[in-house]
């Protein structure tokens, strides 16, 4: 698989990573067996890169990945703190608690120093508070970790994070959904050195072309429990977008995948083709998903036409929907 820097981390990974956050929590039931079968299929396949956080089943998904990490080399894996806490208090960003949740996160994993850690998307006046990266720099001074970086929510978070000179990568919401980074959060990142973690790469699903108007999903799916945002931002479900408006969408995408091809590797391969990304994060709750995501990265590159008519689509349809909110 391709091999990317991951921004200022000082590491390559595969341009393919695999996202744990349904291997703790919010996408249905995924027991053990099959988390730890979806971990091996995703690095036989290639990925090199997984993504979790303390929050993910209250650290059931960093407890899985740390008992999977056991019997495998060259693994990078992600974390992010904050989110436990709740409601969300700019206050709670501190050293002192630093120090402890990365203290749980690495008994979780297994490991004396994270690889990187993120925050896990914070309120909007975390980005400039000169004390939360400084007590970031003292984590990688103690060893604690080795780098981090920042989940954000908004296009205006992803800028003033990588104005940061410490922060080695920004985590994002970019699929062909959700167009708004590309103008300028990508190019600034390039510029930086900042790495780009595209998250949500399938819209919770929409970009799969599995759903249609009678799907339905289970209670403790967020794609159930948060369409309008009632326990989380509703940006990370279906990337804010109305599910009819989204179907309609994919609807008029589907002509552009090759043969061959499904429309979950189309939408993979869109964001690897964009300058600037180090890493997405599709989640998979089978093997079979796993494998199918990282071929993506064995695909083509996409051709002009195919790239411009997901500009068409998104101006016409999605962005008068959510271009000036993300």
């Not at 508070?129 to 929510?153: I, K, M, N, P």
């Not at 990588?162 to 300028?184: D, H, K, T, W």
């Not at 709750?285 to 689509?313: G, S």
């Amino acid at each position: 698989m391709e091999r990317r820097e991951l921004g200022r981390s000082g590491g390559q990974v595969g341009v393919v990573g695999l996202g744990a956050w349904q291997l703790g929590a919010d996408w249905g039931e995924v027991d053990e067996g099959q988390a730890l079968s979806v971990l091996d299929a995703a690095v036989d396949a290639g990925v090199t890169f997984i993504d979790t956080a303390d929050v993910y089943g209250d650290g059931r998904s960093e407890r899985l990945v740390g008992r999977f990490l056991k019997g495998r080399q060259g693994i990078t894996v992600a974390t992010k703190m904050g989110r436990r806490i709740t409601p969300q208090d700019p206050a709670i960003y501190t050293l002192h608690n630093f120090r402890a949740w990365t203290d749980r996160s690495r008994a979780n994993l297994g490991v004396d120093t994270l690889d990187l850690v993120q925050l896990h998307c914070p309120p909007t006046p975390v980005y400039s508070a000169d004390e939360v990266f400084d007590g970031l720099d003292t984590l990688v001074e103690e060893g604690r970790v080795a780098a981090y970086g920042v989940s954000v929510e908004t296009r205006a978070e992803a800028l003033t994070a990588i104005a940061r000179p410490g922060v080695a990568s920004v985590q994002i919401i970019l699929n062909a959904l959700r167009l708004g980074p590309l103008a300028e959060v990508l190019p600034a990142a390039r510029a930086a050195g900042v790495g780009i973690i595209a998250r949500v790469p399938l819209a919770s699903g929409l970009l799969s072309g599995r759903y249609d108007a009678n799907t339905t999903f289970a209670d403790n799916d967020h794609r159930s429990y948060n369409r309008n945002g009632e326990a989380f931002d509703v940006g990370e479900t279906f990337s804010g977008v109305d599910f009819g408006i989204g179907l309609e969408a994919v609807r008029r995408l589907a002509p552009l995948v090759p043969p061959g091809v499904t429309m979950a590797q189309f939408a993979l391969r869109w964001i690897i083709d964009q300058p600037g990304v180090s890493v997405v994060i599709p989640g998979a709750r089978t093997p079979a998903q796993a494998r199918a995501n990282a071929e993506a990265a064995d695909l083509a590159p996409l051709n002009a036409d195919q790239l411009e008519t997901v500009h068409v689509v998104y101006d016409e349809l999605i962005a008068p929907q959510i271009a000036d909110r993300w």
